[in-house]
C-alpha cells in the first residue's frame, strides 16, 4: 500500500516555475514507478511525464525540455520541476505510482493516487 501526497502547486504567471512534490509513504517506494499526470478542466485527464524504478524518464512532447521529473528514493518523494510555464499548463496535477512501467500512458497500470494539487498560469 503506497500513500501519495502532491504539493507545491499554486498560481503563477506565464514564464514562470513550478516544483511540484509527490510525498509516498511506506518504504518500497523504489519499488513503484511514478507518473505525473494533469487534468484540465473539461479535459481528460493525460500523461505527463513518467519515471521509471530505474530511473528512466518520458515526458509529453507538450512539455518536452519545460517539464523535468526526478526522484529521491532516499526520500521517498518524487518531483515535477515545471519551467516556461504557459497558461494552457493549468490544470489539477495529480502523481501516480505503478509497480511495473509497461504501459505508463495508461491510467489503469497506476494502482495509487494522490489528491491533486491545483496549478494555475495566468497570462
Known amino acids: 500500500q503506497v500513500q501519495l501526497v502532491e504539493s507545491g502547486g499554486g498560481l503563477v504567471q506565464a514564464g514562470g516555475s513550478l516544483r511540484l512534490s509527490c510525498a509516498a509513504s511506506g518504504r518500497t517506494f523504489r519499488l513503484y514507478a511514478v507518473g505525473w499526470f494533469r487534468q484540465a478542466p473539461g479535459k481528460e485527464r493525460e500523461l505527463v511525464a513518467h519515471i521509471s524504478r530505474g530511473g528512466s524518464t518520458y515526458s509529453a512532447d507538450s512539455v518536452k525540455g519545460r517539464f523535468t521529473i526526478s526522484r529521491d528514493n532516499d526520500k521517498n518523494t518524487a518531483y515535477l520541476q515545471m519551467d516556461s510555464l504557459t497558461p494552457e499548463d493549468t490544470a489539477v496535477y495529480f502523481c501516480?505510482?505503478?509497480?511495473?512501467?509497461?504501459?505508463?500512458?495508461?491510467?489503469?497500470?497506476?494502482?495509487?493516487w494522490g489528491q491533486g494539487t491545483q496549478v494555475t498560469v495566468s497570462s
Open positions: 501516480a505510482a505503478s509497480s511495473t512501467s509497461n504501459f505508463y500512458t495508461l491510467m489503469n497500470q497506476y494502482a495509487y
